[in-house]
T-cell receptor, first 111, second 116 residues
Framework: QKEVEQNSGPLSVPEGAIASLNCTYS??????FFWYRQYSGKSPELIMF????GDKEDGRFTAQLNKASQYVSLLIRDSQPSDSATYLC???????????FGTGTKLQVIP | DTGVSQNPRHKITKRGQNVTFRCDPI?????LYWYRQTLGQGPEFLTY????????KSRLLSDRFSAERPKGSFSTLEIQRTEQGDSAMYLC??????????????FGPGTRLTVT
């Protein structure tokens, strides 16, 4: 079992719709959770982080964390073509607090 | 410039040569991470430093790889006797950990290595 799992996609949504991206993790002791956006040929850009169970909203983005079920999700409201990118889920865990990344979900927003 | 910087941005080398990359983190950040990313994969952890101490090194990292952060500021990553399998994007990230949270990592633009 991979430490951090994501569906590779592509996930296609029409412009203006809600995009829902999901991630599961294996280490129950994981402490912190991050979502990064990565455009092709560019480095990852941090868009959300969440430490506690529940929802965290920032503009059009909402991160949701459920530690009991070991999943974290990212909702993007009013999706725009500029949101088309790969979204990486990252999890911090372990005594040395290493961050492990999933392989990413490719999102395509269709105009 | 308040972001993470990396040099060079691109490096083409012949198999068997040594290469060295540099990363300058965000100035007040105490943690510095190195990752490797290949096409279609997420960043793969290589090693990280808290100040000048190297706290963890990936088991996947062979003895040909070495990293330093001598004064707790910039870091270098050296690959000796490069192989074609070393071709990848090498990413550096920094964070300000241990100050009421702050585990969020911010990435530099990366160094793309091509081994011919």
């Amino acid at each position: 079992q991979k430490e951090v799992e994501q569906n590779s996609g592509p996930l296609s949504v029409p412009e203006g719709a809600i995009a829902s991206l999901n991630c599961t993790y294996s280490d129950r002791g994981s402490q912190s959770f991050f979502w990064y956006r990565q455009y092709s040929g560019k480095s990852p850009e941090l868009i959300m982080f969440i430490y506690s169970n529940g929802d965290k909203e920032d503009g059009r983005f909402t991160a949701q964390l459920n530690k009991a079920s070991q999943y974290v999700s990212l909702l993007i409201r009013d999706s725009q073509p500029s949101d088309s990118a790969t979204y990486l889920c990252a999890v911090l865990s372990g005594g040395y607090q290493k961050v492990t990344f999933g392989t990413g979900t490719k999102l395509q927003v269709i105009p | 410039d308040t972001g993470v910087s990396q040099n060079p941005r691109h490096k083409i080398t012949k198999r068997g040569q040594n290469v060295t990359f540099r990363c300058d983190p965000i100035s007040e950040h105490n943690r510095l991470y190195w990752y490797r990313q290949t096409l279609g994969q997420g960043p793969e952890f290589l090693t990280y430093f808290q100040n000048e101490a190297q706290l963890e090194k990936s088991r996947l990292l062979s003895d040909r790889f070495s990293a330093e952060r001598p004064k707790g500021s910039f870091s270098t990553l050296e690959i000796q006797r490069t192989e074609q399998g070393d071709s990848a994007m090498y990413l550096c990230a920094s964070s300000l950990a241990g100050h009421g949270g702050g585990y969020e990592q911010y990435f530099g633009p990366g160094t793309r290595l091509t081994v011919t």
